[in-house]
């Protein structure tokens, strides 16, 4: 019995390996999309993110210390895959730890499944590879969860901790998001994608006042608006002035003679 016992413990790790290494193996590294415009710039927030797409190379000069955002968008049913290399100048002073994070719509941090989120360059190396695997995207989700939904996704590539000296530094970074489409297995459909709002008001000008017709001025066109501070503070200084004079003349005593 003690054997078998062993033999049928050997045979559920080896199902469950099996079952571990089938995602990642069905999940091959992403690769750039034949024909795609490679993107050479980034933006310094959530604001100003610059958009790319699944496939869509990027390869962006940038300094040691730059917080670097891109923006794309998720549909329902899809797993992403975000790669980054960032290409260390030879000259630093010590090691250096950078980090990959990935926001919704909403500007809530997702967590990673895979890949090296987090990883430290010695200071001998000459690049650093970073990696996030996100959770297959759903169709909908309750309000409390932090469940990804479809919508727009920011990628953030900064680093966490360096030597002060090694600010400034000239790097290369090169990014690539990838998608793989399984379908949706939910029932739900969400109303609205998370997309986080960012269009300026406008500023409204005020018109100009012109007085109306048959306004004269005449002789009080100088005199400044009843609701002007300067009519308000003329009349505070003589009622102070009128109330120090009775106040003085009820204390002042008599004089004897």
Known sequence: MRVRSIQGGSVLAAVGLALLVSPGAAWATP????GATPVTRAGTSFLTATDIAAGQPVRVDAATGDYLYWSFPAVAGERHEITATVSLP???????????EVFDGLRRRQACTAGAQTPTATAEAESVSLGCTLRQVR??????????????????????????????????????????????????????PLVLPTE????????????????DDGFFGWLPELGSRWVWSTVGGILAAVAGVVGFGLTRRPRRR
């Open 31 to 34: 690769t750039p999309s034949p």
């Open 90 to 100: 030879k000259q630093r002073s010590g090691e250096s730890t950078w980090t990959v």
């Open 139 to 192: 169709s909908w989700a309750e309000p409390w969860s932090a469940d990804p939904l479809p919508g727009t996704y920011y990628v953030r590539l900064s680093v966490a901790e360096l030597p002060e000296e090694d600010l400034g530094l000239p790097i290369e970074v090169e990014l690539l998001v990838g998608a793989l489409g399984e379908g949706s297995r939910d029932d739900g459909v969400l109303a609205e």
């Open 200 to 215: 300026a008001g406008t500023l409204l000008e005020a018109a100009p006042t012109e007085p109306a017709e048959g306004d």
